[in-house]
């Protein structure tokens, strides 16, 4: 079987067993590209919190974020964990989006997601798994995004080498997969359903697992 085949064959399995995850929980553009900026390096359960504080000082706005303090934002966001260097990511991205487009997300989100993707990533704090969750689920354009699961999943697998970086397990992805947005938001979803329940960095719990009967190596 194939690198493209096996890829595709996991997507199948992992949808089979978990079907379709709903993914990304947000009320607004705003409150998405906020969540792909705190979910790093911490559970969504404490992003959601982080996100509530905002809503509940009516601060979830453009306008707002760009008006208040650093110091003042870091302290709301403080359930999410490293809350200094987040709040100065957040601010970072609101500078970017008044300097480039009048402070309006649409406009950002018109531009064409290559771009789109190089500008995001001269932005100071913000890397390739958070502008291509931004481009994926706030901007709604096709591009995979990578993450610490997704090596784990497909390197265990034997799919990919353990040293292939991000931008070549992304293309790799792009080149197997129909270049679809649904697909690439639930293939993402998926793997990081089945990396919580049974693919853990320690001790994974390959018993009843969706991909347990999946060529593999541990």
């Given at each position: 079987m194939t690198i493209p085949e096996r890829i595709n064959k996991i997507y199948r399995l992992l949808y089979t067993k978990y079907?379709?995850?709903?993914?990304?929980?947000?009320?607004?553009?705003?409150?998405c590209v906020l969540g792909a900026i705190l979910t790093q390096n911490t559970s969504w359960t404490n992003?959601?919190?982080a996100i509530q504080n905002l809503k509940d000082l009516n601060?979830?706005?453009v306008e707002m974020l760009r008006l208040i303090t650093t110091d003042e934002l870091a302290q709301l966001i403080r359930s999410s964990g490293y809350y200094n260097q987040k709040a100065l990511k957040i601010k970072n991205f609101i500078n970017f989006l008044y300097e480039n487009y009048e402070g309006?997300?649409?406009?950002?989100?018109?531009?064409?997601?290559?771009?789109l993707r190089?500008?995001?990533?001269e932005i100071k704090g913000i890397g390739p798994e958070t502008a291509d969750s931004i481009i994926l689920y706030c901007a709604n354009k096709p591009v995979f995004v990578i993450d610490a699961y997704t090596h784990r999943i497909f390197s265990r697998h034997g799919v990919v080498p353990e040293q292939t970086n991000y931008n070549e397990m992304q293309e790799l992805f792009m080149d197997s997969?129909?270049?679809d947005v649904e697909i690439f938001n639930e293939y993402h979803a998926l793997i990081v359903k089945v990396a919580k329940e049974h693919c853990k960095k320690q001790k994974p719990i390959c018993t009843g697992c969706p991909l347990e009967d999946d060529p593999?190596?541990?």
């Open positions: 079907g379709p995850q709903g993914w990304w929980p947000g009320d607004s553009e705003l409150e992003v959601e919190k601060v979830i706005s309006e997300l649409e406009k950002m989100f018109d531009q064409e997601a290559s771009m190089d500008k995001l990533l997969l129909e270049n593999h190596t541990v």
